[in-house]
């Protein structure tokens, strides 16, 4: 085998153990080197490149695509997880949304799925950073699309930096939708600062602020407050949260929504 071929099979590999850790959640070392009939050495190695590509994060024994309070997990997996608690989220949130409005979503796959609802409620001018979210909408019409630029992240298939921020802060729009990775009693916070900035250059840019959240994110932190609570004027959530998390919410906001499965 030369080199060429070589790297070519090191790649097919990486890219077939990513997707095998994306699809189960997470792998142990011993899995990934019987299903890959390499040795550890190697699956430590093929671990090393994945974590520094973003797709995966090492743990103790493996490795696993799930979100921790500092490392949010890679666009494969979001995309995977939680899909009908997000559709039905998805659902009520169109339901607040106008014909005829300017609505901005940001590049969570919560807010992904309130973009396939929006050619329902056409014409619509929506304004976005997820890559994934501009294709779908790009197809759709009666939607005036405003793509919000900036640097590029396969992570996250989103553009973000200073250059994203600027194209926010430009506009102004009627609604906003965002979705967070962790929400506490009173904060709601996500693991990256750059994707925070963006977050929060959205709610400074909107009129009518929505938090759209599966379950799975409540009674939680990360690495950095996104916004308090009280910032949004309604929060949307699944009926799969457990109900006591459900009530506490409801005790401290004014508004929350229960999209029912």
């Not at 900035?197 to 400074?204: D, E, Y």
């Amino acid at each position: 085998m030369n080199s060429r071929q070589h790297a070519s099979g090191k790649s097919a590999r990486w890219r077939d153990m990513a997707e095998h850790i994306v699809r189960r959640g997470s792998a142990t070392v011993t899995e990934l080197a019987e299903s890959f009939d390499v040795s550890v050495m190697t699956v430590h190695r093929d671990l090393d490149e994945l974590e520094r590509q973003g797709m995966v994060r090492k743990v103790r024994g493996g490795a696993t695509a799930q979100a921790s309070n500092v490392w949010e997990s890679n666009i494969a997996y979001r995309l995977m997880a939680h899909t009908a608690e997000k559709d039905a989220i998805a659902r009520v949130v169109a339901g607040l949304i106008e014909p005829g409005s300017s609505v901005m979503l940001d590049d969570s796959t919560t807010a992904l799925a309130v973009a396939r609802h929006l050619g329902e409620l056409a014409p619509l001018t929506v304004l976005t950073n997820f890559l994934e979210a501009i294709r779908l909408l790009a197809a759709t019409p009666d939607i005036r699309l405003i793509a919000l630029g900036g640097e590029y992240h396969s992570t996250h298939d989103s553009f973000l930096g200073l250059g994203c921020v600027d194209a926010v802060e430009a506009v102004s729009t009627d609604v906003v939708v965002v979705s967070t990775s962790a929400v506490s009693d009173q904060y709601a916070f996500h693991q990256e600062q750059e994707i925070v900035l963006v977050k929060r250059a959205m709610l400074g840019s909107g009129t009518r602020r929505i938090l759209a959240v599966d379950g799975s994110k409540l009674a939680r932190v990360a690495l950095h407050r996104v916004a308090p609570l009280d910032d949004f004027d309604v929060i949307v959530v699944d009926s799969n949260a457990p109900a006591e998390m459900l009530q506490r919410l409801r005790d401290r906001h004014r508004r929350v929504e229960v999209a029912e499965l």
